[in-house]
């Protein structure tokens, strides 16, 4: 085993031969918007994100699924499936099965196996001091999927943070292959801060971020000044009340936003700093537009972030 459970990575890697090794995960979750067929997709590309934060390709997927089978039509999982299984065919993977019981509440996920050469295995820890901080999708998406739930967004608004959470992490994973990246991990349940300090925990080194350069989806930060917040958001910022230091003036409001739980977030690629602006560069000429480098790691208050 090359990566296992220790130091919270994005996946397991199991080596197979001297430059083969296999890649696995699985996440599943109930829905975070209301349109199946969306859902699906999303799910998918959740799943498969924890592949493409390895620095790995993802070869196969299996289904799992929690279903109202007697409340729910049947058209519903089916659309959940369709989305799903479009969203597996644009990694260029394959379905090869799945397992259904049935549930009170709907839930679905996969379980995602892919391969890495394992010289080549992205981490979530090795970041060097003077490295430069990437992120590639804007945040704000667990606010937004709770004004969903309240009826808070117009329907704009609910399309661009559904194709938020269904763009794969594909290319921005085939970029990162291109350059010397030290270190990376996609954001999720954690948010933002929280997997920013999975990347720094216990190590020697720091993290600086710059407040003003973190894409946020627009109308995030009003709403959380309006409470409309996960709770898992709000369980972020207060476990890492001890290891963040956030900017005088910066309201609580504004602290959550950059803890919120994020569904199928955007990688956070650790590079070397003369690296970063050619692979911003390669990011953007790839279609992964959001991407913008929010901060750099340091050699001061190892273990600890920075917000400024
Ligand atoms: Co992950
Ligand atoms: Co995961």
Not at 76 to 91: H, Q, S
Request: hydrophobic share 45%; aromatic share 6%.
């Amino acid at each position: 085993m090359l990566v296992g459970m220790e130091t919270s990575d994005d996946a397991g890697v199991y080596q197979l031969t001297e430059d083969l090794a296999l890649v696995q995960t699985v996440d599943f979750f109930t829905p975070v918007v209301d349109d199946p067929y969306m859902f699906g997709q999303i799910a998918a590309a959740n799943a498969l994100s924890d592949v493409y934060a390895m620095g790995g390709k993802p070869l196969t997927a299996m289904n799992i699924v929690g279903f109202p089978v007697k409340k729910l039509e049947k058209r519903i999982l089916a659309e959940i499936l369709r989305g799903a299984a479009d969203k597996v065919a644009e990694a260029g993977a394959v379905l090869v099965g799945g397992h259904t019981i049935d549930d009170q509440e709907p839930k679905f996920g996969l379980a995602v196996t892919g391969i890495i050469d394992p010289k080549r295995i992205r981490r979530n820890r090795g970041a060097e001091p003077g490295d430069a901080l990437i992120l590639t999708k804007p945040i704000g998406v667990g606010i937004y999927t709770t004004a969903i739930k309240r009826d808070l967004l117009s329907p704009e608004e609910i399309q661009e943070v559904t194709s938020v959470m269904a763009a794969l992490n594909r290319a921005a994973a085939e970029v990162m292959g291109e350059f010397e990246v030290h270190a990376c991990t996609d954001v999720t349940g954690f948010g933002l801060l929280g997997h920013a300090y999975e990347m720094i925990r216990d190590t020697s080194v720091g993290l600086e971020i710059d407040y003003k350069r973190i894409p946020i989806l627009e109308r995030a930060r009003y709403l959380s000044q309006q409470g409309v917040v996960p709770g898992g958001t709000k369980s972020n910022h207060q476990w890492l009340q001890p290891c963040v230091q956030y900017p005088a003036g910066l309201i609580t409001e504004d602290q959550w936003v950059l803890c919120d739980a994020v569904t199928s977030g955007g990688l956070l690629i650790a590079v070397p700093a003369v690296q970063a602006e050619g692979l911003l560069r390669r990011l953007h000429e790839q279609g992964v537009s959001a991407a913008a480098q929010i901060g750099h790691f340091v050699a001061e208050n190892p273990g600890c972030i920075r917000v400024r």
